[in-house]
């Protein structure tokens, strides 16, 4: 079974601008989750998808950071404009529902902002 | 006050020692726990879930949940090179634990030869 699908793995960016992250879950997988990972630190939940809708994005900072999942698949992650402190792994995980299922974690999207 | 609390700094345990792991939350609310496993460069990948007070055991590990004392912790017995990791505890309102899981920040434990 393929995993949770990411790209890409690595990015270096100027602060200020923009970055788009993609992320392909599980298949059949109706959940999916962004994390921030910041060195050293544990995720942090971003937002939290149940195939289209949005169930959870009270730590989203949503003057930068969005995210859309487009026919309940793929999703995508973008920030504009980045700052400093975005650097970290971005994070995408997928379950088979919402509940009693195991969450399953990409390789994630490292970010630096320079 | 962060909602999980890992504040034990690197563990460092002789090979088939056990090694320790202590994690405290804040919600009460909190239904469902979760231990994962993170090797440096990697992403996190579930070991252990526990969902009511008492010992779950699964091999050489061993998780153990206080709700009363908002206490959850993970033994691993006869620790090896490869339980070299970050362990990440986590925590969610939810019964079944899928919805706003809160991570803790993760202890490093160091399995010497």
């Known amino acids: 079974e393929a995993g949770v699908a990411q790209s890409p793995r690595y990015k270096i960016i100027e602060k200020r601008q923009s970055v788009a992250f993609w992320c392909n879950p599980i298949s059949g997988h109706a959940t999916l989750y962004w994390y921030q990972q910041i060195l050293g630190q544990g995720p942090k939940l971003l937002i939290q998808f149940q195939n289209n809708g949005v169930v959870d994005d009270s730590q989203l900072p949503k003057d930068r950071f969005s995210a859309e999942r487009l026919k309940g698949v793929d999703s995508t992650l973008k920030i504009q404009p980045a700052k400093l402190e975005d650097s970290a792994v971005y994070l995408c995980?997928?379950?088979?529902?919402?509940?009693?299922?195991?969450?399953?974690f990409g390789e994630g999207s490292w970010l630096t902002v320079v | 006050q962060k909602e999980v609390e890992q504040n034990s700094g690197p563990l460092s345990v002789p090979e088939g020692a056990i090694a320790s792991l202590n994690c405290t939350y804040s919600?009460?609310?909190?239904?469902?726990f979760f231990w994962y496993r993170q090797y440096s460069g990697k992403s996190p990948e579930l070991i252990m879930s526990?969902?009511?007070?008492g010992d779950k055991e699964d091999g050489r590990f061993t998780a153990q949940l206080n709700k009363a004392s908002q206490y959850v912790s993970l033994l691993i017995r006869d620790s090896q090179p490869s339980d070299s990791a970050t362990y990440l505890c986590a925590a969610s309102p939810s019964y079944y634990g899928n919805n706003r899981l809160a991570f803790g920040k993760g202890n490093q434990v160091v399995v010497i030869p």
């Open positions: 995980a997928s379950s088979f529902r919402g509940l009693g299922n195991t969450i399953y």
């Open positions: 526990i969902y009511s007070n």
């Open positions: 919600d009460r609310g909190s239904q469902s």
